[in-house]
């Protein structure tokens, strides 16, 4: 039996919630042994998600405001229609692959709540889903992992190249 890819996920949002309006989907493949070989870069247009009845909470956007405030302003020129985002990443996933986030109950669920809005299908099952955050508290001891600066794609790709130092330190 083949070893699964593992695909690793990260959204940056207006909201913390399931409904939340999703601003950039970022996402790596890994060769199954954690080297990313490929990089999906989304940027979702804000009305889209407001047509779709995506939620903002004022709390997350006042938290972008002092994080990063220019990218308030960089979302708001996104285009990209949301069920289009979606379908990239559907298309993106490869078949039976393990699917990461940090944590499954933030990213992944937003995205299953946009999938059951869509009447999709999640291209990938409850038990292939996996929590990077619990492989980095678990197996953190003292490692120099790398930080970032919410960019979805550079989120994602720093957590593959992080979880590939935990898998073979554990």
Not at 3 to 11: A, G
Request: charged content about 25%; proline content about 5%.
């Amino acid at each position: 039996m083949s070893t699964p890819f593992n695909v690793m996920i990260d959204l940056e949002t207006l909201d913390t919630r399931p409904t939340a309006a999703v601003v950039q989907i970022g996402a790596v493949v890994d060769d199954t042994r954690y080297n990313i070989i490929s990089r999906l870069h989304v940027d979702v247009s804000v009305a889209s998600n407001m047509s779709m009845g995506r939620t903002v909470s004022e709390g997350t956007v006042d938290w972008w405001r002092k994080t990063n405030p220019a990218m308030l302003d960089e979302f708001q020129t996104y285009t990209t229609p949301l069920d289009e985002a979606i379908q990239q990443l559907t298309d993106f996933i490869p078949p039976k692959a393990r699917v990461w986030a940090n944590a499954p109950t933030f990213d992944l669920a937003i995205l299953r709540n946009i999938y059951d809005y869509l009447g999709w299908d999640a291209p990938w099952k409850y038990w292939q889903e996996c929590c990077y955050r619990t492989i980095k508290i678990v197996h953190d001891r003292g490692l120099n992992l790398e930080q970032n600066g919410h960019r979805a794609v550079e989120d994602a790709s720093m957590q593959m190249r992080n979880l590939k130092l935990l898998m073979e330190r554990a």
